[in-house]
């Protein structure tokens, strides 16, 4: 008799691709708390460069050295920041 055979297959299917879903769905959740602890890390890395310049940088074009503005046409371009020379850096 093959029937329950065939049953028997089908349910060995199922029961090996629920098992490779918990394990996809395993290894996923893992991967997102190694990138989400590099996030953390660059986050925090960022904010302490952020605290260390934020002093010096100028307050106008936040240390680019960019400004924006409007031309005589109308169009918004870029130009270098008319506070700090271009430089990025807080005049003394
Ligand atoms: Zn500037």
Do not use: F, W
């Amino acid at each position: 008799m093959t029937t329950p055979n065939v049953i028997g297959a089908l349910y060995e299917k199922i029961r090996r691709l629920n098992q490779r879903k918990t394990n996809l769905t395993a290894e996923y959740n893992a991967k997102c708390a190694e990138i989400d602890c590099e996030l953390d890390t660059l986050r925090s890395a960022l904010q302490t460069a952020n605290d260390a310049v934020k002093d010096v940088l100028c307050p106008y074009c936040k240390g680019t050295g960019d400004e924006s503005y409007t031309d005589a046409a109308g169009s918004r371009d870029t130009r270098k920041c008319s506070h700090c020379s271009g430089t990025g850096i807080k005049k003394g």
